[in-house]
């Protein structure tokens, strides 16, 4: 698990880039916190760029929508999902379980 | 409405016709086109820099569409018969999607020569990454727009000494507006890239093969390649004879419907009735390409225009590793929203009095995305 940031410096409608090997994002939506691969699969842009509404992310660059609880798009352009991760808030911090990727059908 | 031809398998096309499925046609789709449908915008960015492969161009959604294609051939005519291919075949329908898009414009005089290209579809992009990659000579790209621009930053990327010319003073401007054309000329200067801007074309050197490029002044600028990055053309020859009202694109209203509510006009090759700026435009842009396809097709199974296409103009571009967005009108009173011109990172924002009518952003997707939703 790695840190992300206290849950005081993401409030909700955010989102925070963990840069690393593959960049994973943060999300803070409709109550709930959501991590998920950064790079929109449909052409290089960053979805912690994006707009956050209820339980999606839009992609700043084509709009193709993700439901961050599963990543899936549920409009094109993008064909493919992005990876999911596990989301742990312990005393007041976020932890991403960058390692425990979940790959969606 | 029981057949719908889909003429053109451009994004337009391919985006009407999961439209037409989607809003619950279900009769017969017939897609007629010279080319697969594919998407464009890389083929000047990641596809000439080799991040992306023609396969990864696919654009989704073409497998469940139950249409019937009929690719590789170009249609001939429309008439009240139905739309005539090339191959001598007609086909009948009730409804017409002409989708058809836009051809990039030559320079007359350099047709002939080798060592010239444009760059509109997959086959010039091949051929261009092909010469590319045949040698370092020096390039010269016509034209400073987003085409020109984008490909002259992936030439300078792959490692090639680029001269850029422009015809107007500023490139850009009549679309981002002077203050910030002047922005997007600096990005060429920026990466070793040389700008001449205000100097028009007068001519090429060479005889078999191009070795320069002439300008207006006198000048004359080597170059082993050329690249003409200067606009596209709307495909409606073949409209003529079929009654539909063409000049500089099919003239549509607002909802993409022509003067017969059983043919609408989508993407590069629709001339529409412009709502919010007035007057009539074509946007030959990606976004719009999509947005249209379901207004039309609502309105195309509607039998009249019952729905408006009124989005704001939004596109996107990548040069030299930075990505440039824009969406709105330009207006002289320019403001930064936020960071700052200087570091080439920054949101501006264009008013009419107190009226935000555009925004442009480099490498500020986030804040841009804001101020786009609230145009």
């Not at chain 1, 960053?46 to 339980?55: H, Q, R, V, Y």
């Amino acid at each position: 698990m790695i840190r992300a940031c206290s849950v005081s410096e993401l409030p909700e409608g955010e989102a925070l880039r963990l840069e690393g090997p593959v960049p994973v994002s943060v999300f803070h939506a409709e109550g709930g916190y959501y991590a998920l691969d950064d790079t929109c699969t449909h052409q290089d842009a960053s979805l912690a760029d994006g707009w956050i509404e209820d339980c999606f992310v839009e992609c700043p660059l084509h709009a193709a929508r993700f439901d961050l609880r599963t990543g899936v798009p549920d409009c094109l352009p993008a064909k493919n999902a992005v990876r999911t991760y596990p989301v742990v808030v312990a005393d007041g911090v976020i932890y991403v379980d960058t390692r425990a990727q979940r790959d969606v059908a | 409405m029981r057949t719908v031809a889909v003429v053109g398998t451009s994004l337009a096309g391919l985006r009407s016709a999961q439209e037409l499925r989607a809003q619950g046609f279900d009769g017969r789709l017939v897609m007629i086109g010279a080319e697969p449908p594919y998407d464009r915008p890389p083929l000047s960015k990641n596809f000439l820099l080799g991040k992306v492969s023609a396969d990864d161009l696919a654009l989704a959604g073409q497998d469940d569409l139950d249409a019937e294609w009929r690719l590789g051939v170009r249609a001939e005519k429309l008439g009240r018969d139905g739309v005539t291919l090339e191959d001598g075949t007609t086909i009948v329908a009730d409804g017409y999607v002409i989708a058809t898009g836009a051809v990039a414009r030559t320079l007359g005089a350099a047709r002939c020569l080798k060592g010239v290209h444009t760059l509109r579809t997959l086959d010039d992009a091949v051929s261009l990454k092909r010469e590319l990659a045949a040698g370092p000579g020096p390039v010269v790209v016509i034209g400073a727009g987003f085409i020109g621009a984008e490909v002259a930053s992936a030439c300078r990327l792959l490692g090639h000494d680029v001269t850029v010319i422009e015809a107007t003073p500023v490139p850009l401007a009549s679309v981002v507006g002077p203050e910030m054309g002047t922005v997007c000329a600096g990005l060429h200067a920026a990466s070793d890239v040389r700008l001449i801007a205000g100097v028009p074309v007068a001519g090429f050197a060479g005889t078999d093969r191009v070795t320069g490029v002439r300008l207006a002044d006198g000048r004359e600028i080597p170059a082993d390649l050329v690249v003409a990055g200067v606009g596209a053309r709307p495909v409606t020859e073949w409209l003529t004879g079929s009654g539909l009202a063409v000049d500089d694109g099919v003239l549509v209203d607002s909802g993409c419907v022509t003067a017969n509510p059983r043919v609408i006009a989508v993407g590069d090759v629709a001339r529409y009735h412009c709502l919010l700026r007035g007057g009539r435009v074509r946007a030959e842009h990606w976004t719009a390409a999509c947005e249209q396809a379901g207004v039309a097709v609502a309105n195309l199974l509607a039998g009249s225009t019952v729905t408006h296409f009124a989005r704001h103009g939004y596109f996107w571009s990548d040069q030299y590793g930075r990505r440039l967005q824009f969406a709105g009108v330009a207006t002289e009173d320019v403001r930064i929203a936020e960071g700052d011109v200087a570091s080439k990172r920054f949101v501006a924002t264009y008013h009419r009095g107190e009226a935000l009518t555009g925004v442009f952003a480099i490498d500020s997707a986030r804040p841009f995305t804001k101020l786009r939703r609230a145009l």
